[in-house]
């Protein structure tokens, strides 16, 4: 959809990825460049996960369980699952297709080099209408793969947007 | 450590989480000046999409942003499973709801914050390590 810039503070009119940086700068774990249109190490990771997410989920969503370990944590619509085994059983939700298409998402090291990420968008499930969705995964990197070990997924019920 | 089970874990989790939740929005409507006192020297803010990095960044930001006003209607929250002991206990929290800045209109928003907990003898203080806010609706605002 179009995005057109309010005439209002920095504050109030948000960039769809992260922007430039305003104060110091953290001490992150692994510090990198960040010239214009270098990408921190943590955004490229997150952003190719959720890209691989979202096409798992749209595509196959049996698939899913790959991308979580037997202690990860998923809350979906405030109900909690626990392991692998309880999530697979989200790729038995009552619809057949689903399209999720991403407004904006956002990513943070964490001190003990996870990766979160916060992903705000939209998603049509077969024929319903659209509805805004907002989801937060922790990432971990384990035996050199990342996998989600947190995932919490809410709709925007209240939003008609 | 004990064992804990599963539905334990997360209702003490959720506990901490609401407490924590609920004084943070009361600090930054109310008591603004004092609402970096939540957040760890460290910590890091991404402000719809903008970076806010260390304290004194974040005592800048909080101090320009203008007044608000916080209704939060929903929130998750979950334990992060930490193996090696050194490893702080640490929680996830997801809120949103509705705010309103003074001079500007009301917005949707959803907010993410990582929590550790800091020890002290007599209690635990939970201190933001990473907190990320945006608003659910501005693309049309």
Redesign the interface.
Known sequence: ?P?TR?R?S???????????????????PGTLAREKGDKPIWEQIGSSFIQHYYQLFDNDRTQLGAIYID?S?L?WE?Q?F?GKAAIVELSSLPFQKIQHSI??Q?Y?P???SCI?S?V?GQLKADEDPIM?F?Q?F?LKNISDAWVC??D?F?L?L??F? | MRKKD?KTY?DQACRAAEEFVSIYYDTMDKRRQALTRLYLD???L?????????L???N??FD??PSSEFQV??L?C?????QATQ?QTTI?V?T?GTVK?DG?KQH?F?Q?F?L?AQSTPNNTVWKI??D?F????????
């Open positions: 959809m995005v309010p209002d920095q504050w109030m009119s948000p960039t769809g990825r992260q922007g430039d940086s305003c104060g110091q700068r953290g001490g992150f202690a944590c809350t405030g909690q626990q407004t904006a956002d943070q964490t001190p003990d979160i916060m705000v805004g907002h937060m922790l070990t947190n919490m809410r925007a209240h939003n947007g | 599963f997360v460290k910590a890091t991404i402000w719809n999409g903008n970076i806010v990095s260390g004194d960044a974040l800048n930001f320009m942003l209607n929903m998750d979950q334990p992060v499973h930490e490893s996830l997801v949103s800045f500007n949707y959803n993410n990582l550790t390590a990473s990320c945006r608003f659910q609706d501005w693309a049309s605002s």
